[in-house]
C-alpha cells in the first residue's frame, strides 16, 4: 500500500476539522429580540371583508399605577412601520409634558412575509390608485371596520376616554385620515395627515372635500397636515392645493394647521411631521406649552 508523505496528511486533517485543536462550530444562540415598554400585539378575528388585523398597543406609563384612570387614543395607519416612530415621538413629548398620557393603537395586519404595500393600497385608499400593486378603493369598508369592530375592542378591552379620539397616518394613511374625517366627522375629534397621497385618483379627494363643504355639514375638528418639500413635485402641489382650499373654508369649530417640513423627501417628514401633529391633536390637553421654565434633574 502507497503510504503518503507527512505534509499531505497533515493538510487532509486540516480540511477536515479546520484549524489545528478547533472543535466544530457551535450553532449561534438566539439572542433576545428588542421589544417596545409596555407595549403587545392583539390579533382581531376576520373582519366583515374576511381581512385580519393586528392591533399594535403601546400603554402609558402610568395605566398600571393608576387603575382609574382614563385616557385618550391614537390609532395610527401602517403600524408595520409608523407605530415605532410615533410611540418614540411620544415618548419624547410625554417627556417634555408637551402631551397629555394617552394610549396609541397601530392598524396593521397579522401574518408573517405580508406585502404590505399591496394590503394596505386596499385599506387606504378611498378610490382606485394611480399605481396599483393589487385592489384598491376599499377605504369605506375599512373605515366601518375601524368604527364596528376595531374602535368597540379597544374601547371594551382599555380604560379608555372615548370622548377624544386621534386618527393619524402618512402617505395612502394621510389620505385615509382626510377620508374619515369627511365621512364620518365625528367619530375623531383630530386627525394628523402627514404627506397624506391627495394626488391619488387624480386629486379625487378636493372633490370630495368640495361636495362636503357643499352640504353644509358641520366639521368640529383638529387637523394637521404636512408636506415634504423635496418630495414628488405633483405629489407636493396636490397637498399644496388642498391646503389652500382649506384655507378659503370658513368650518365653525375647525382648527387647522399646516407645515412644510424643509429639506426632506417623502417618507423623511414622518418624523417630524408625526411629532408637531401630535402636539397640535393634543394641544387642548397639554400639561404644559411653551418654553421650559425651571430646571430638572436630567
Not at 363643504?213 to 408636506?227: E, F, I, M, T
Request: hydrophobic share 40%; aromatic share 14%; no cysteine.
Amino acid at each position: 500500500m502507497t503510504r503518503l508523505p507527512a505534509p499531505i496528511l497533515l493538510l487532509l486533517g486540516f480540511l477536515a476539522t479546520g484549524p489545528l485543536g478547533a472543535a466544530p462550530a457551535a450553532a449561534p444562540v438566539p439572542l433576545p429580540p428588542f421589544s417596545i415598554q409596555n407595549s403587545e400585539l392583539r390579533v382581531l378575528p376576520r373582519s366583515a371583508d374576511g381581512r385580519q388585523y393586528q392591533l399594535f398597543v403601546a400603554l402609558p406609563g402610568s395605566y398600571a399605577s393608576q387603575p382609574q384612570r382614563r385616557y385618550p387614543v391614537l390609532y395610527v395607519t401602517d403600524a408595520q412601520w409608523d407605530f415605532p416612530t410615533v410611540q418614540t415621538s411620544y415618548a419624547n413629548l410625554a417627556y417634555d409634558r408637551a402631551v397629555p398620557e394617552f394610549i396609541i393603537v397601530g392598524l396593521g395586519y397579522a401574518g408573517e412575509k405580508l406585502d404590505y404595500g399591496k394590503l394596505r393600497q386596499w385599506e387606504l385608499s378611498p378610490v382606485a390608485v394611480d399605481h396599483p400593486l393589487g385592489e384598491s378603493g376599499h377605504a369605506a369598508e375599512f373605515l366601518q371596520a375601524v368604527e364596528r369592530e376595531i374602535i368597540p375592542f379597544v374601547e371594551h378591552t382599555y380604560r379608555v376616554d372615548p370622548s377624544y379620539r386621534v386618527l393619524a397616518g402618512s402617505s395612502l394613511g394621510g389620505l385615509f385620515a382626510l377620508y374619515a374625517m369627511y365621512t364620518q366627522p365625528a367619530l375623531f375629534q383630530a386627525y394628523i395627515a402627514v404627506s397624506p397621497a391627495v394626488r391619488e385618483g387624480h386629486e379625487w379627494l378636493l372633490g370630495y372635500e368640495d361636495a362636503f363643504a357643499r352640504s353644509g355639514r358641520p366639521l368640529k375638528a383638529r387637523l394637521y397636515v404636512s408636506a415634504a418639500e423635496n418630495e414628488w413635485p405633483t405629489f407636493r402641489g396636490a397637498i399644496e392645493k388642498y391646503h389652500q382650499r382649506l384655507t378659503e373654508r370658513h368650518y365653525e369649530g375647525f382648527v387647522f394647521q399646516y407645515r412644510l417640513v424643509d429639506g426632506v423627501r417623502h417618507a423623511g417628514t414622518k418624523a417630524e411631521g408625526y411629532v408637531r401633529g401630535m402636539e397640535f391633536a393634543f394641544a387642548p390637553f397639554a400639561p404644559e406649552t411653551g418654553p421650559m421654565t425651571e430646571d430638572h434633574p436630567y
